[in-house]
C-alpha cells in the first residue's frame, strides 16, 4: 500500500499528461482530464499525508533495487506536506486557466506541460537521491520554461532568455555540486551521504565546498539575495495563470531542497553556514521588500515579494532549532497559498479592467466588494496580521530567533513586515480603492458573457482562501504537523534508519 | 592525460562564464554549449579515470576484476548530455525567436521587464 502512496504523486500526473495528448486538438477533453487529475492527486496526497502521519516516514526501493544502489523515493512528513500543498494549488490554476488563459495558449500543449511540471515538483520532494533530485529539477524547469515561453508575446520572450540563461547556469552549478560530492564520498544516496559524511573518511572543508555549490544552485532557483534578479525580471511576463503556478510553488520547491540538504548531509560546518544564511536572510528580506515598494505594478509588486518571503524561510534554516524550522514549514506552506492566491486576483483585475498597471486601475471596491475581500484576507495573510496565517509563520520565526538570542535577524524580520504591509496598502489604495481615473465607474457595466467568466474566475480564488482562513484560523493541527517535520528534519536518523533499512 | 584535464576543464568554464557575459545572442548560445561541455566534463573526469576496464563482471568470477571503470559518472554524464542537449536545443530555438520579433542581436536592448512603470 505504501508503495503505491508514494508513487501515486508521479504517476497520475504522468498518466493524465499522456492521455492530455491523444487529444491535442480537444481542448475541452484536456480540460475534463486536467481536472480528473487534479482531484485524484489532491485526494492521493492528502492519503500519503495522513499515512505518514500516522506511520512515520515511508520508502520505496524503485525497480527493488536496495537502498544505497537504486533510487529511493522517500515521504516524510515534509515532503507530503509539500506534494498536498502543491496539489492544492494546482487544482486551483487548473480551474483558472480553463476560463482564464486564452484559448490559442490552451490549444498548445498547455495541459500537458502543466501537469508534467506537477510531477516534476512531485519527484523533487519525493526524491531520496542527490543525482535523481536533479533530474527532477530539469523536468520542472523544462516544463517551466515552455511555459514562460508559450504564446511568444514580446516581454514572454525577453523573460525566458533571462530566466532559461540564469536556470541553465544554476543546473550547471548544482551537477557540479553532486560531482563534487561524488567524488568525495562516492555515493548518491541522501540516507547514506548522511551517514558518510559524518565519519572521519569524509574531509569536512571539501563536503562544505560541494555545499557551497549547492547553495548557489537552490540560492539561484528559489531567488536568494545577491541571486534573485531574473525573479522580478521573467515571472511577470506569462499569463497570470502560468505566473500564479511557478511563482506560488517553484522557488519553494528550491527552498525544499536547501532545507532537506542542508538539515541531512551539510551540517558539519555549522560555525560557518549559521552566520552565513542569516546574513543573506536578512538581505533578501530587505532587497526584496523595498524592490516591492517601488514597483508600480500589480505583479510586480507581487514578484519582488517573493523574494522577501524567501528570506523568511531561509531565516527557519538560518536559526536551525525545531521551532525555526516549523516556522520554515508552516511558512513555506502559507506561502505558496497566499502568493498563488494574490496573483490570481490580480488575474481577475486584470480580466475586468485590462492591465497590470497601479495607475490604470481602480474602483475595484466599489464595483466588486467580494473580491475585495478575498484580497483584503490575502494580503493581510502576507503580511502578517494575527488572525491570519502569515502571523503564526512569522510568531514561530521570531519566537525561536528570541530564544537563542539572534535579535538582529528578528527585529529585521519584523520591520520588513511593516513594508510588507505598506506595499498591500498601496495595492489597496490603487488597484481597490481609488476611483478609476478616465471613465465614470457607474456606466462601466459588464456585459452577460464577461460576468459569467468572471464569476468563474472567483471559485479558484475563493477556493485558495478557504484553505488560507483554515491554516491561520485553525492553525493548531498545521503547526502541530510542522514541529513533527521540523523535528523529523533535525533527527537524521530517522531518515537513515528508514531509508537504509537498518 | 589526467594533468591535462582538469586545466581544460578551467578553460571551459572560464571562457563559457566570458562568452555568456557577452551582449552578442550568438556568443551567448556558445556561451551556454561550452558551459554544459563543462560541467559534463567535470562529471567525468571526477569519477576518476580508469582506461581499458569496463565494470562488466565475467562469466567464471563473482565481482568485477580490478582494475575497473566506475559506471555510475558514466551513467550520470550520459543522463546529463541528453538533458543539456535538450535545454540547449530549446535555448537555442528562443533565442531565434527573439532574434526574429526583436530584430536585434544585443542583449542589452533586453531590458524592458526591468523597468519600473511610471506613476501618473
Not at chain 1, 516516514?57 to 502543491?86: H, N, R
Request: proline fraction near 4%; charge should be neutral.
Amino acid at each position: 500500500m505504501n508503495h503505491l502512496l508514494l508513487l501515486l504523486p508521479l504517476l497520475i500526473p504522468l498518466y493524465g499528461a499522456i492521455l492530455c495528448l491523444f487529444f491535442w486538438r480537444l481542448v475541452r477533453v484536456q480540460q475534463y482530464i486536467g481536472v480528473a487529475v487534479q482531484m485524484g492527486l489532491l485526494a492521493s496526497n492528502f492519503m500519503l499525508l495522513l499515512y505518514v502521519n500516522q506511520t512515520g516516514i515511508i520508502t520505496t526501493q524503485l525497480g527493488s533495487w536496495p537502498a544505497p544502489f537504486g533510487i529511493t523515493l522517500v515521504a516524510d512528513l515534509f515532503s507530503s506536506l509539500m506534494v498536498l500543498v502543491s496539489a492544492v494549488v494546482g487544482m486551483a490554476i487548473y480551474l483558472f486557466s480553463i476560463k482564464g488563459l486564452d484559448k490559442a495558449r490552451q490549444t498548445f500543449g498547455y495541459y500537458p506541460v502543466l501537469l508534467i511540471l506537477q510531477m516534476g515538483v512531485a519527484g523533487a520532494c519525493l526524491t531520496g537521491d542527490l543525482f535523481n533530485l536533479f533530474v527532477w529539477f530539469e523536468v520542472l524547469l523544462i516544463c517551466s520554461f515552455v511555459l514562460i515561453a508559450l504564446g511568444g508575446s514580446k516581454p514572454q520572450l525577453e523573460g525566458a532568455i533571462k530566466y532559461v540563461t540564469i536556470n541553465f547556469l544554476a543546473s550547471g552549478f548544482l551537477l557540479t555540486g553532486i560531482g563534487v560530492v561524488y567524488g568525495i564520498v562516492g555515493t548518491l544516496n541522501l540516507a547514506e551521504l548522511a551517514v558518510l559524511v559524518r565519519t572521519p573518511v569524509a574531509h569536512p572543508a571539501l563536503i562544505t565546498m560541494a555545499g557551497m555549490f549547492f547553495l548557489i544552485a537552490f540560492g539561484i532557483k528559489s531567488a536568494i539575495f545577491p541571486m534573485f534578479f531574473w525573479l522580478p525580471a521573467s515571472y511577470h511576463t506569462p499569463p497570470i495563470a502560468v505566473s500564479a503556478f511557478i511563482a506560488g510553488l517553484l522557488t519553494k520547491v528550491g527552498m525544499y531542497a536547501l532545507i532537506r540538504l542542508f538539515t541531512l548531509v551539510f551540517v558539519l560546518d555549522q560555525e560557518l553556514t549559521i552566520p552565513l544564511f542569516t546574513v543573506l536572510a536578512g538581505f533578501t528580506m530587505v532587497i526584496g521588500v523595498l524592490g516591492a515598494a517601488s514597483q508600480n505594478d500589480f505583479r510586480k509588486i507581487l514578484s519582488f515579494h517573493i523574494v522577501s518571503q524567501i528570506g523568511y524561510m531561509l531565516m527557519g534554516l538560518a536559526l536551525f532549532t525545531p521551532l525555526a524550522l516549523a516556522g520554515s514549514i508552516y511558512f513555506i506552506i502559507h506561502n505558496i497559498l497566499v502568493k498563488t492566491n494574490l496573483f490570481l486576483i490580480s488575474g481577475v483585475v486584470a480580466h475586468r479592467r485590462g492591465s497590470f498597471a497601479l495607475k490604470k486601475l481602480g474602483s475595484v471596491y466599489l464595483q466588486h466588494p467580494v473580491l475585495s475581500l478575498l484580497f483584503f484576507i490575502s494580503a493581510f495573510s502576507l503580511a502578517g496580521i494575527p488572525p491570519f496565517s502569515g502571523f503564526w509563520g512569522k510568531f514561530m520565526l521570531a519566537k525561536a530567533g528570541f530564544e537563542i538570542d539572534s535579535f538582529a535577524i528578528v527585529f529585521t524580520s519584523l520591520a520588513v513586515s511593516l513594508i510588507t504591509i505598506f506595499s498591500m496598502t498601496k495595492i489597496w489604495n490603487e488597484v481597490f480603492w481609488k476611483r478609476k481615473p478616465d471613465t465614470d465607474p457607474m456606466l462601466d457595466v459588464m456585459s452577460e458573457a464577461d460576468q459569467r467568466v468572471n464569476r468563474f474566475l472567483h471559485v479558484p480564488v475563493i477556493f485558495l482562501v478557504v484553505f488560507i482562513l483554515f491554516i491561520g484560523l485553525y492553525a493548531e493541527p498545521v503547526i502541530t504537523m510542522a514541529q513533527l517535520a521540523a523535528e523529523q528534519l533535525l533527527n537524521s536518523e530517522l531518515y537513515i534508519n528508514a531509508v537504509l533499512k537498518r | 592525460m589526467e594533468v591535462i584535464l582538469p586545466f581544460l576543464i578551467g578553460i571551459l568554464f572560464t571562457s563559457s562564464l566570458y562568452l555568456i557575459l557577452h551582449r552578442h545572442f550568438f556568443k551567448l548560445i556558445l556561451g551556454l554549449i561550452l558551459f554544459g561541455l563543462a560541467t559534463n566534463l567535470f562529471l567525468f573526469v571526477i569519477g576518476r579515470l580508469t582506461r581499458g576496464g569496463s565494470a562488466i563482471i565475467p562469466k567464471t568470477e563473482d565481482m568485477a576484476v580490478e582494475p575497473f571503470a566506475d559506471p555510475v559518472p558514466q551513467a550520470l554524464l550520459l543522463t546529463a548530455i541528453v538533458i543539456g542537449f535538450g535545454i540547449q536545443a530549446f535555448s537555442i530555438v528562443l533565442i531565434k525567436r527573439v532574434y526574429q520579433s526583436f530584430g536585434t542581436n544585443d542583449l542589452d536592448d533586453m531590458n524592458t521587464t526591468d523597468q519600473i512603470e511610471e506613476k501618473e
